[in-house]
């Protein structure tokens, strides 16, 4: 099951040059192919994710930095325990370049042309730049706002934060 948090799209599965989603993975299973687009997936919640790219695997981290592969890869997702909660930033390579975070504790300041920030646990403050007001996201909120911003979590909070930059058209 996969809840699209935020595209481009003009309509309801429409097409899209960037989109976010959170996806349950409750047993092993085979992602969708996105040719053209760049993958970058963090785990939101469960105990562990492991991506099968060909003969390798990898381990999908909570925390840093994302797990980044071509949407054209054939990719199976095996979760440990009951399950996984994970977070997908999807991007068409001709269009946009990126960067997902997941922030768990403290605060983080993300600078790009289009910053989207979700509340996917708890509540979260936010400063954006130029703004004089404090902006207080509540948990399933979204924000999308350009240029830089400061995300401060409450506690047990978790925050969803994707920078985006286009690619300049030749």
């Not at 996969?2 to 349950?24: F, K, M, P, Q, Y």
């Not at 930033?89 to 001709?94: E, F, G, I, S, T």
Request: aromatic letters at 6%; proline letters at 5%.
């Amino acid at each position: 099951m996969t809840l699209e948090i935020a595209t481009d799209a003009g309509t309801v599965g429409g097409e899209w040059s960037w989109r976010i989603s959170i996806a349950d993975v409750p047993e092993r299973s085979t992602f969708s192919i996105y040719p053209g687009v760049d993958r970058f997936m963090m785990r939101l919640d469960g105990t562990r994710l492991d991506i099968v790219r060909g003969e390798n695997t990898f381990v999908v981290p909570d925390t840093d930095i994302a797990l980044a592969f071509a949407g054209e890869e054939e990719v199976v997702g095996i979760p440990t325990g009951k399950g996984v909660r994970d977070v997908n930033l999807m991007l068409r390579r001709d269009c946009w370049r990126g960067a997902l975070h997941i922030l768990r504790d403290g605060c983080m300041r993300a600078d790009a042309p289009k910053v989207l920030v979700h509340a996917a646990r708890g509540d979260l403050e936010i400063r954006v730049h130029g703004e004089p007001d404090l902006k207080s996201l509540r948990e399933e909120q979204t924000l999308m706002c350009y240029g830089c911003v400061e995300i401060t979590n409450t506690l047990d909070s978790a925050a969803i934060v994707c920078q985006l930059w286009p690619i300049d058209a030749p």
